[in-house]
């Protein structure tokens, strides 16, 4: 784990990375992370102040395995993609961050993140998910910027529905709430469902596919959320999409416009109209 400074020259660091390994009683560890890249400056001192070429070094020592970083910036997250040495992100990821335009709930629009994930799905860098609960805010019917709280169980799926999304990471500050998030493994469909969002969704975003299966279980056996999200992935240009759609058992053209899943979307969707956009899409 790194930091973003050099402080001493590096000294304090390298003890760091030295005092972990010795610890974990190994000589590598997987993952060697820049923390906190939000702003313009904090990147520039990554770049310019050696942290970034000090952890490529551990990573040619073969004491690092991959290189990582954290952020809540989308424009920043770009900024570091841009420079394609990173294999995973740490990214705040909730509905509040992405269904308010406050910017003490999350900086960018709902779209302008979606296509950040999308990107990370397209270049194969990992999203490990922070602040899944808002701080805490979205369980709290006091607190939460929507009408209603939402439970962990709907938090973490909703998190691992968006493309690019490897892991989860609330802070779990006692027993009780590790015990909430380790329940979420025997939870129930019905207990994920966060399709209640659409009472909420900006107005932009209505009829926009956030891939909760909500309106599961298709007649015709497609798996409409995959579907939606292969397609989307594909026009933004990710080639691995579209082998990862052809080798669904069930395709868009599979759809039958039953209209069943159009009743059950909560975010408006037009499903059965949408079935036949992505068929022509693939087709061609």
């Given amino acids: 784990m790194l930091y973003r400074t050099l402080p001493h020259g590096g000294e304090k660091i390298e003890a760091s990375v030295e005092?972990?390994?010795c610890k974990l009683k190994t000589d590598y560890m997987d993952f060697g992370?820049?923390?906190?890249?939000?702003?313009q400056a904090e990147l520039?001192?990554?770049?310019?102040?050696?942290?970034?070429?000090?952890?490529?070094?551990?990573?040619?020592?073969?004491?690092?395995?991959?290189?990582?970083f954290s952020s809540h910036n989308p424009a920043m997250v770009h900024k570091v993609l841009d420079i394609h040495i990173v294999d995973m992100v740490m990214f705040s990821i909730n509905p509040a961050y992405d269904y308010t335009d406050k910017e003490e709930y999350g900086i960018g629009t709902v779209g302008e993140?979606?296509?950040?994930?999308?990107?990370?799905e397209q270049e194969g860098v990992g999203i490990s998910v922070m602040k899944p609960y808002g701080g805490g805010r979205l369980l709290d019917g006091r607190r939460t910027p929507f009408p209603f709280a939402l439970t962990p169980c709907q938090c973490i799926q909703y998190a691992l529905d968006k493309p690019g999304v490897l892991s989860i990471l609330p802070g779990i500050g006692n027993r009780d709430r590790l015990k909430e998030y380790l329940d979420f493994l025997g939870s129930s469909m019905e207990e994920r469902d966060y399709s209640c969002l659409g009472e909420v969704s900006p107005?932009?975003?209505?009829?926009?596919?956030?891939?909760?299966?909500?309106?599961?279980?298709?007649p015709a056996?497609?798996?409409?959320?995959?579907?939606?999200?292969?397609?989307?992935?594909?026009?933004?240009g990710d080639q691995m999409a579209v082998e990862h759609y052809r080798n669904l058992s069930r395709h868009a053209g599979d759809c039958t416009s039953c209209g069943y899943c159009d009743g059950r979307c909560q975010f408006k969707v037009?499903?059965?109209a949408r079935m036949k956009e992505i068929k022509e899409y693939f087709e061609i």
């Fill in 270 to 272: 037009k499903q059965s």
């Fill in 33 to 39: 992370f820049i923390h906190c890249i939000d702003q």
């Fill in 44 to 68: 520039d001192k990554a770049l310019q102040g050696g942290i970034l070429e000090m952890v490529q070094k551990y990573k040619q020592q073969g004491k690092v395995r991959h290189i990582g």
């Fill in 19 to 21: 005092m972990h390994l």
């Fill in 221 to 236: 056996g497609i798996d409409v959320g995959l579907v939606n999200k292969y397609y989307d992935l594909a026009k933004a």
């Fill in 203 to 218: 107005a932009e975003e209505v009829g926009a596919c956030v891939y909760c299966n909500h309106c599961a279980p298709c």
């Fill in 113 to 120: 993140r979606m296509a950040l994930y999308r990107r990370c």
